[in-house]
């Protein structure tokens, strides 16, 4: 079974402070990489995506990515209130499909 | 705006039934994907479909199965309802069909259903 694990949390942060989630894979033949975020009750929401080696910013989000290491991250800069949710980790094996870490919950106190 | 929806927000059914879930999408997309989503287990790949008749099972496919006669329309059918289904089940649309990665990640709203 190819897997992804992630630390489930909480993980809580200041208002303002920079929110640091990790994420670890276990298929070395993986190529992409997704960070959802999901509200309570809610579906998840595709934030960031990343296929290479390094660093990609959008906006307070950087999603990091390092084969060798297998593993992914998502910093969010400036954390709000608002960012409060589960962050899933999701990575292609092979075809379409995505399979997904059992998320970080993270708490941004104001 | 892509538009997933699905049949209901919330189900309640009685043990034995056959309950069918509906996934309508309005992109045209080949790939369309069933997931249930549990505490502590997570998302978890039910059925996924790369085109209309064709189906896949994903990683948890015992008690269901699914249909895709249309290309917009992907249902999930559990044929005999059981207690461990009451779950949280989405919807989704998977990249392909020469879209790029990051149009298509979409999932629906969810049917949380609750199997009596």
């Known amino acids: 079974q190819k897997e992804v694990e992630q630390n489930s949390g909480p993980l809580s942060v200041p208002e303002g402070a920079i929110a640091s989630l990790n994420c670890t894979y276990s298929?070395?033949?993986?190529?992409?990489f997704f960070w959802y975020r999901q509200y309570s009750g809610k579906s998840p929401e595709l934030i960031m995506f990343?296929?290479?080696?390094g660093d990609k910013e959008d906006g307070r989000f950087t999603a990091q990515l390092n084969k060798a290491s297998q593993y992914v991250s998502l910093l969010i800069r400036d954390s709000q209130p608002s960012d409060s949710a589960t962050y899933l980790c999701?990575?292609?094996?092979?075809?379409?499909?995505?399979?997904f870490g059992k998320g970080t919950s993270l708490l941004v106190t104001p | 705006d892509v538009k997933v929806t699905q049949s209901s927000r919330y189900l309640v059914k009685r043990t034995g039934e056959k309950v069918f879930l509906e996934c309508v999408q309005d992109?045209?997309?080949?790939?369309m994907f069933w997931y249930r989503q549990d505490p502590g287990l997570g998302l978890r790949l039910i059925y996924f479909?790369?085109?209309?008749?064709?189906?896949e099972k994903g990683d948890i496919p015992e008690g269901y199965s699914v249909s895709r006669e249309k290309k917009e329309r992907f249902s999930l059918i559990l044929e005999s309802a059981s207690t461990n289904q009451t779950s949280m089940y989405l919807c989704?649309?998977?990249?392909?069909?020469?879209?790029?990665?990051?149009?298509?990640?979409?999932f629906g709203p969810g049917t949380r259903l609750l199997v009596l």
């Open positions: 999701a990575v292609i094996n092979s075809g379409y499909a995505l399979n």
């Open positions: 298929d070395r033949g993986s190529q992409s």
């Open positions: 990343i296929y290479s080696n």
């Open positions: 992109m045209d997309h080949e790939n």
């Open positions: 479909s790369y085109d209309v008749k064709m189906k």
């Open positions: 989704a649309l998977g990249p392909g069909g020469g879209l790029a990665v990051q149009e298509t990640q979409y």
